[in-house]
């Protein structure tokens, strides 16, 4: 953490960042190079509106304003559009605007811990996207052009008030991690057997009945959490998993140890 000041004499010359004194923010986090700040963090600074100043940085990379008392992010955010990585977690936001998705050289974007009722219909521009975290909101449905993000290799949704997988998720080819629990899921689609690179599925406290036989299309499936569901027992298909290292099954109905699992595979019950 280091003072505007003392970013200002680094640079050598003053920032946009200095109307922020003005809001008593006295310190920053910040990367600098060649004279532009890439990098910056206002996380936990109290703010509760984006200051104007931010706007003029059209150099930033990496922007974090985490933990703050935010209520709406306007629609300036388009400004910035060497952005790679956005943080705004933690803040009362209740909507975003259609500009974040301007954005497409995001590879990061974390607008978990928020008050999200709906998520921008063009997120499927954002082709870079690597990680996209949207946990503890309130969604119940995700845009059909999240399907689109062929580069998305880690998905956090849980938290929220899901009560059917958004069949874009199980378009997203190249996922390796998805995180889908605390919601209130039933059922999972058998396109979930789509996801043929997922290394880790953490369905835990769930409403989960039965699993689909696709399951067993999960070649790749290393770590399978269920903990906390309505299982009594599993597909014939999950015998398929020879990859699979864990299974977590504790806290559901099984009267028995399930058959025919990877013997490979420690089995928690």
Excluded at 35 to 41: C, D, E, F, P, R
Excluded at 104 to 127: F, R, Y
Excluded at 131 to 150: A, H, I, M, W
Excluded at 207 to 227: A, F, H, S, V
Aim: some cysteine; glycine content about 6%.
């Amino acid at each position: 953490m280091k003072s505007i000041e003392r970013l200002e004499h680094e640079l050598g010359r003053p920032i946009p960042l200095t109307p922020l004194a003005d809001l008593h923010i006295t310190k920053v986090a910040y990367h600098a190079v060649g004279g532009s700040v890439q990098a910056l963090s206002l996380r936990g600074c109290g703010l509760r509106q984006v200051p104007e100043a931010l706007w003029q940085m059209t150099s930033l990379e990496v922007l974090s304003l985490g933990e703050n008392e935010l209520t709406q992010l306007p629609a300036n955010i388009s400004e910035l559009r060497k952005l790679r990585q956005f943080y705004l977690f933690n803040n009362p936001i209740a909507g975003l605007p259609d500009e974040i998705t301007s954005l497409v050289d995001l590879e990061i974007l974390d607008i978990g811990h928020n008050a999200l009722t709906s998520i921008p219909e063009g997120m499927g521009s954002l082709k870079q996207l690597r990680f996209l975290y949207v946990s503890d909101n309130q969604l119940t449905s995700l845009p059909d052009s999240l399907g689109e993000l062929e580069s998305l290799i880690y998905l956090s949704m849980t938290d929220n008030r899901f009560t059917e997988l958004p069949e874009a998720v199980c378009r997203l080819r190249a996922l390796r991690e998805l995180r889908i629990y605390n919601n209130q899921l039933a059922r999972l689609p058998d396109s979930i057997g789509n996801l043929r690179e997922l290394r880790e599925l953490h369905a835990r406290g769930n409403r989960l009945t039965e699993l689909p036989e696709t399951i067993g299309e999960l070649q790749n499936l290393y770590y399978l959490d269920l903990r906390t569901n309505l299982l009594a027992e599993l597909p014939k298909s999950i015998g398929k998993l020879l990859e699979l290292r864990k299974l977590d099954l504790r806290w559901n109905r099984f009267v028995s140890p399930p058959t025919g699992i990877n013997p490979t595979c420690a089995i928690y019950l």
